[in-house]
């Protein structure tokens, strides 16, 4: 009888272990897609704030409809990455929040690229977006990657999607 009981016990045990990994497994999963989510979400955000730099008039510190590369500066400024308020902290024309790392790369005269790069990662690949904004029309395409876990976001370039 104490063999069968110490039987149950060790499988009793082996069935309760790998149970909790299935749950941290499906857990970490969840946190990597809703991250995933949320840099998405941000960079969209940030896109609306650049068309409407692009269509605010120069008279009230907008683009007036025109951009040249170089102008990711004044488009951060414009959108608030000039200021640390909120939780964010910025540096130049890339935005830190509690979901990632953010850029902007204005490719032509006519696209805006957001760059966006997650804090989480899953040991191997984190999520990255490149949210394109195609003016005058202010159309808004997002994709989606996975890179390298030691990707930053100052070697995340636009030709990397």
């Known amino acids: 009888m104490g063999t069968q009981q110490i039987l149950l016990i060790v499988l ?4 309760v272990g790998a149970a909790i990994a299935v749950g941290i497994q499906m857990f970490n999963s969840q946190s990597y897609s809703a991250s995933k989510s949320a840099i998405a979400a941000d960079a969209q955000s940030y896109a609306s704030q650049i068309v409407q730099y692009y269509k605010t008039p120069l008279s ?7 951009l040249k590369t170089g102008d990711e500066a004044k488009i951060a400024n414009f959108i608030g990455w000039g200021s640390t308020t909120g939780g964010g902290t910025t540096t130049a024309n890339t935005m830190k929040n509690d979901n990632g790392e953010f850029k902007i790369s204005v490719t032509d005269t006519t ?4 760059l966006g790069l997650s804090k989480e990662d899953n040991g191997t690949t984190k999520p990255a977006i490149k949210t394109t904004i195609t003016l005058p029309e202010g159309k808004i395409v997002g994709t989606p990657k996975d890179v390298l876990r030691a990707t930053t976001i100052s070697t995340l370039k636009v030709g990397d999607f």
């Open 111 to 114: 696209q805006v690229a957001v």
């Open 60 to 66: 009230q510190g907008g683009a007036g409809g025109t």
């Open 12 to 15: 009793s045990v082996i069935i």
